[in-house]
């Protein structure tokens, strides 16, 4: 069994924003030609490709993350139209007006599981009230996780596009998690990329909070910030710390055509094997912990 945690949902109206943010008037489809990518017609179209893509490769279930702020709806679709194969969740910026009204709104939804925080890039610390607003709506709704990227953030297609990012990487602190998630024990917190390059406090952060996972998404590059260190021993660090149990896998795919990142779970696996990881183990970051995180909607509905 293999679910993927970490997928992004490049919706139409991802576009449309990237494109408004370049200039007024620039169009989506200048976008698509400039990175070669292909047009994702609807959210719709994008969730039967995604499900394509999934099968194609083997994957049972994955979350998709509505990357902008305020594209939620289109992830939702999604989710609701393949409930047994698409979790939503979606991209909030704490400041904007009614946030926590928001978040209670959308994990409302079926489907929609859980709210991404980038502290980094929306410039709300993760100890400012209105983020503990946010996270208290969510720790409200049933079933609900948060998603903290902490760490070093970079965001490809804004690179790719020539876009600014003038994120304050100081804001994403997993300590700072650890404060949110002691607060709301019930609540399932994830951070990705093991850290994203704070691996020390993302261990910390979980060691002292069994209601914060990792993620082991994307091809993990921030290890070359610290010299010598592999992903065979940050994989062996987490599991020494945390266990297999709150480890989730995940790719960090993204556009199409390029599609699913069989390459990152290859990859993966090599590491596991190498480390001696048990099957039994093994199932339950590549598929058991997702599972557990987002019960089968359909188990849960029969
Ligand atoms: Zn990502």
Known sequence: MLNDSHCHFFSPSFFTALARQRSAAT??????????????????????????????NGVQRAALIASVPGD???????????????????????????????????????????VCLFPAMHHVPLHDDRTL???????????????????????????????????????GDPLAVARLAATFPQTPFVIPHFGAGLLREALMAADGCANILLDTSSSNSWIRHTPGLTLDAVFKAALGVVGPSRLLFGTDSSFFPRGWQRGIHEHQQTILDRLGVSAGDQSLIFGGNFDRLFPDWLKVKG
Request: glycine content about 6%; aromatic content about 6%; some cysteine.
């Open 27 to 56: 169009s989506p489809q200048e976008l698509y030609r400039e990175l070669q990518w292909d047009d994702p017609l609807s959210p719709e179209a994008l969730s039967d490709r995604w499900v394509t893509e999934l099968d194609a």
């Open 72 to 114: 939620e709806a289109s992830v939702a679709a999604a989710a609701a139209r393949h409930p047994s194969r698409l979790v939503g969740l979606f991209m909030l910026d704490p400041s904007a007006a009614e946030a926590p009204q928001r978040t209670r709104a959308v994990l409302s939804e079926p489907g929609m599981k859980g």
């Open 133 to 171: 607003r946010v996270v208290e709506a969510a720790a409200a709704s049933p079933g609900a996780m948060v998603f903290v990227h902490c760490g070093v953030l970079s965001v490809g297609v804004r690179r790719k596009l020539g876009l600014p990012s003038r994120f304050d990487l100081r804001l």
